[in-house]
């Protein structure tokens, strides 16, 4: 298994559609819980932390299950700016170090 | 406020050259360092890490390098460049356990 497994999409939505990324990880003993946006030539930004009683963040949810050890990120409302690639990233073996998912690639069209 | 640097921004060398790429962060201190290369549609991987001057930790075994000279200077580098190590070489800095962040990278094609 995969330390970090993501939808592998890609996702092509309309403006205002609602999406929702899936994410898995490996790693039981994994404390930290992120989601990155990377803009196509770009390096990846910090979109939101996960807490363990999930957090919004204005059209942006995101929630954590550590008992099925399962991330999600919802967009409500999409806008053409959301289109990027979502990182799903996960705390790895040392609290140092961060494990990447591949992405999963989101286009939102007019 | 924190910020990070990587020079250059991109880069072409050829095969068998050397490589020395440099990161540079400002606003922190002992801030943990990070390399990470993304070869094209591929995910991150990570290269090296620092906790500290002159603490380096290797996660892949490969004709690269790292140093920390300074607390907050970060350098990779390569006696002999390889094809295979062509890619988007991005810098990452953190505090103890938590987010990273990144620099905006130095695009690297080895010909």
């Known amino acids: 298994r995969k330390e970090v497994e993501q939808d592998p999409g890609p996702f092509n939505v309309p403006e205002g559609a609602t999406v929702a990324f899936n994410c898995t990880y490996s790693n039981s003993a994994s404390q930290s819980f992120f989601w990155y946006r990377q803009d196509c030539r770009k390096e990846p930004k910090l979109l939101m932390s996960v807490y363990s009683s999930g957090n919004e963040d204005g059209r942006f949810t995101a929630q954590l299950n550590r008992a099925s050890q399962y991330i999600s990120l919802l967009i409500r409302d999409s806008k053409l700016s959301d289109s990027a690639t979502y990182l799903c990233v996960v705390s790895g073996g040392s609290n140092y170090k961060l494990t990447f998912g591949k992405g999963t690639l989101l286009t939102v069209n007019p | 406020s924190q910020t990070i640097h990587q020079w250059p921004a991109t880069l072409v060398q050829p095969v068998g050259s050397p490589l020395s790429l440099e990161c540079t962060v400002e606003?922190?201190?002992?801030?943990?360092l990070y390399w990470y290369r993304q070869a094209a549609g591929r995910g991150l991987q990570l290269l090296f890490y620092?906790?500290?001057?002159?603490?380096i930790s290797s996660e892949v075994p490969q004709n690269l390098s790292a140093s920390r000279p300074q607390d907050r200077q970060f350098i990779l580098s390569s006696k002999k460049l390889l094809l295979s190590d062509s890619g988007f070489y991005l810098c990452?800095?953190?505090?103890?356990?938590?987010?990273?962040?990144f620099g905006p990278g130095t695009r690297l094609t080895v010909t």
């Open positions: 606003g922190t201190s002992n801030p943990n």
């Open positions: 990452a800095w953190s505090v103890s356990q938590g987010e990273q962040y």
């Open positions: 620092s906790v500290g001057i002159g603490q």
